[in-house]
């Protein structure tokens, strides 16, 4: 039985104030959803932060991204050895802000997979499609040659010290929601491609959803069979809407 997994992506947005509230405010909806792992992912400077406010709580935290190197010349970025030394659990890899603003091919992607996890790191491998490549029917395609690339790299077995998140991205940020049976149909098949290659890995993997899902639709969302959990958004930044997708992930 897979554990149900809620993880906040708050992208760009935070400040000291609103991490405190935010935390503070999540802090019951952990703990009265126990059978729901719930996480959050800050910007990087605020990971110390959140990493006291969770102190003795059920909440765990990871990065929004991490480089390819552990350490040198690299301007801006931050280590998987940073982000661990700071207590993460989790780093998202390949996020498809990531792979389109800053144009991070598969390579790129798996390659930080592949560090993360060398460095004690759960890395969160973000995988979707597109509008055009769903209208155009490429989606399992698509999903299928970005696992492809981990697999190549790291091997299949180090999917089971990972967590996969299937995000539409022409349902990030706009509204727009797959329906559950769209995203389940996705979701099977991801689990069914792995299952290919090693059963074991593909029943113990969690696929997350992530595409505007918020309290209305939480439940329906992870009441599907291959929907382990959501990689949240918008909804991550408001504790009362956030713990209602919690609670979605527990009903």
């Given amino acids: 039985m897979r554990q149900a997994l809620v993880m906040g992506n708050w992208k760009l947005n935070a400040t000291k104030a609103s ?52 350490a040198g010349a690299f301007t801006g970025e931050n280590s998987a050895v940073m982000l661990k030394e700071f207590g993460c659990k989790y780093t998202l890899v390949g996020h498809s802000e990531r792979r389109v603003i800053h144009g991070e091919s598969n390579e790129v992607v798996a390659d930080k997979y592949a560090v993360a996890q060398e460095n004690g790191l759960v890395p969160v491998l973000c995988i ?21 690339a981990i697999v190549t790299k790291s091997g299949i077995e180090s999917l089971n010290n990972a967590v ?35 059963a074991a890995v593909a029943n113990k993997v969690q696929i997350l959803y992530g595409g505007s899902v918020k309290g209305a639709n939480a439940a329906e969302l992870f009441g599907q069979a291959d929907i382990d959990g959501g990689l949240v958004g918008g909804a991550s930044l ?3 809407e956030f713990s209602k997708v919690i609670a979605g992930a527990s009903a």
């Fill in 164 to 198: 996969i998140a299937y995000e539409p991205v022409w349902a990030i940020g706009t509204g727009k929601t797959a329906t559950p049976e769209i995203a389940q149909d996705i979701h099977a098949h991801i689990r069914s491609w792995l299952a290919e290659q090693d």
């Fill in 238 to 240: 408001d504790a009362v």
């Fill in 128 to 148: 979707g499609e597109t509008l055009e490549q769903f209208e155009a029917g490429e989606t399992k395609a698509v999903v299928e040659a970005q696992i492809q």
């Fill in 19 to 70: 991490v405190e509230a935010l935390v503070n405010g999540l802090v019951d909806a952990a703990k009265d959803n126990a059978t729901v792992e719930v996480a959050v992912c800050p910007p990087a400077v605020f990971i110390p932060q959140v990493e006291a406010l969770t102190a003795d709580t059920a909440i765990t935290y990871g990065a929004q991204d991490c480089d390819v190197n552990t």
